[in-house]
């Protein structure tokens, strides 16, 4: 299945802010998400990129990451939700590490973004995600005029946290708009385009090659010349 592109133009309290690029790719039973955002002007320099590993069908996570560069250096932040081991496993570094029982299908931010993309219209309850439940409860339905044109939309909002999502109607359901609350103003995320690439680079071939031993190969015995 080829990879959906979705760019977004920032605007911060009304003011430019950046730009924002999300990749989603379905490769069997997974899908993959790459969420990379150029932050400029009233929020600063800095370029975050979230990947995702998640559930396809259910969109629980499998491992998720956010890499934050800014001018004093770099951040990486990582979760694992490993079931065989029944443990989450956050990292910030080597010798920052903290593990916790694996007890429900946490979403992380990317899953469930994805995931109110397939709500079709209705409220979710008791989604569990790291340290917090959330609702996303419908709100109603807008219309809204984007670079694509004019749209009708479901909007939903998300509690806690009270950011609204605004998804399509028509198929694919594209997020059109995604207004977060930050600590001074409004951060919207606005669509700018819908396309399509081959391949979700960054992710490797993680799933076929976890937990596979490498192979050696055999090596040739050099032939003794006789004298």
Not at 9 to 20: D, E, I, M, S, V
Not at 74 to 86: H, L
Not at 121 to 150: C, I, P, R
Not at 185 to 190: C, P, Q, R, V
């Amino acid at each position: 299945m080829s990879v959906e592109v979705v760019s977004y133009r920032l605007t911060y309290r009304g003011r430019p802010a950046g730009t924002q690029v999300i990749k989603t790719e379905v490769a069997g039973k997974v899908r993959r998400m790459e969420a990379r955002a150029a932050f400029q002007g009233p929020l600063g320099n800095a370029t975050v990129v979230q990947r995702s590993r998640s559930s396809a069908q259910h969109h629980h996570s499998l491992r998720f990451t956010e890499e934050t560069q800014e001018r004093e250096g770099k951040r990486v932040f990582e979760v694992q939700f490993d079931a065989a081991s029944g443990l989450v496993r956050a990292t910030t570094g080597p010798k920052d590490v903290a593990t916790a029982p694996y007890i429900r299908p946490y979403r992380d931010p990317l899953s469930l973004l994805e995931q109110v993309r397939t709500l079709g219209g209705e409220s979710v309850h008791g989604v569990a995600m790291l340290g917090k439940d959330v609702t996303v409860l419908l709100v109603g339905e807008v219309e809204l005029t984007t670079a694509l044109g004019e749209r009708r939309a479901w909007a939903y909002r998300v509690h806690p946290g009270g950011s609204l999502v605004y998804v399509d109607m028509q198929a694919p359901h594209a997020i059109l708009k995604l207004t977060q609350r930050l600590a001074e103003g409004y951060l919207d995320s606005l669509i700018v385009s819908i396309a399509s690439e081959p391949r979700l680079e960054g992710f490797g071939d993680e799933d076929q090659k976890q937990g596979q031993p490498k192979r050696r190969g055999r090596r040739r015995q050099r032939r003794r010349r006789r004298s």
